[in-house]
């Protein structure tokens, strides 16, 4: 049996998971709502945060699957992509358990762990499979070979995804975190009521920022002509925006199954918890004759069980770090 402690601390949640030979048995989430009255996270806050969120979430972790510390048999944390000051705390505590406990130590790249996500739960996607991987940070196409050989077909060229709806809500004048808040006005309006460009980017890369500035000038000249623009037409204008969006990162998916001729489609990362990219997948899913895998929306947002599994599989394999790890704050699949 191998019991695996998971440490999440990439950028402003604390997480802490517990997975008992592949089976999650504890997931502890401790969010941090410092950053609301800012309108994004501050990473020195975050980092501060942490210090004081990681020990109670351990804690609570190993309480929830009721086990004793002791029967840890290796840590996994996230090295990196995210905040490095933020990292810092997570790698810094998960050397400390596993130099304590002389038990091993080992590394997880935040943005595999995303994709490894959906080993958590039945149904698991087969390899070769196709991962859209789309965030706060990232917005990425991976071709997923095995557990950890992974390519990357496509990427963001400036913004990703996550960061073009939470600016949107900026825009909008919507409370941080404003993704989820445009999410739930679109389900409510017309997605075809303003018409916003899609890049013509070659390839599978994708670009956010000349869209962010479409919607801009689009709100700023309808504010002109009626002060109570966004007032009278949240809706349609968080259903336009966010049909766009999706569109393009569809699109981009449909055009790598095609060249790929993969049909296991999976979507990870924070923004695949937005229902009209879950709903779109799906359609076009059953339009293409694709295995759809979408996870729980637990699992969506950053969180330890990820990291835990992730950890379990490269236990298996025997692949540990040493002491000397370091965070990276850019580190790609």
Known sequence: MAIILGIESSCDETSASICIDGTICSN???????????????????????????????AQAISDAKIHKNDIDAVAFTRGPGLLGSLLVGTAFAKSFALARNIPLIEVNHMQAHILAHFIDDPKPSFPFLCLTVSGGHTQIVLVKDYFDMELLGQTIDDAAGEAFDKTAKILNLPYPGGPLVDKYAQLGNPTAFQLPEPQIPGLNFSFSGLKTAI???VQKHEKENPNFLAEHMNDVCASVQQRIVSILLNKLKK????????????AGGVSANSGLRASLLAM??????????????YCTDNAAMIAVAGYQKFLVQDFVGQDIAP????HV
């Open 328 to 331: 990276l704050a850019r580190w």
């Open 285 to 298: 899913g059953e339009k293409y004759k694709w295995n759809v895998f979408i996870p729980k929306f637990e």
């Open 256 to 267: 790598a199954a095609k060249e790929t001729g993969v049909k296991d489609i999976a979507i």
């Open 28 to 58: 502890v989430i401790a969010t941090q709502a410092v950053h609301a009255k800012f309108g994004g996270v501050v990473p020195e806050l975050a980092s501060r945060a942490h210090q004081q969120n990681i020990i109670p979430a351990v």
């Open 216 to 218: 801009l000038y689009m």
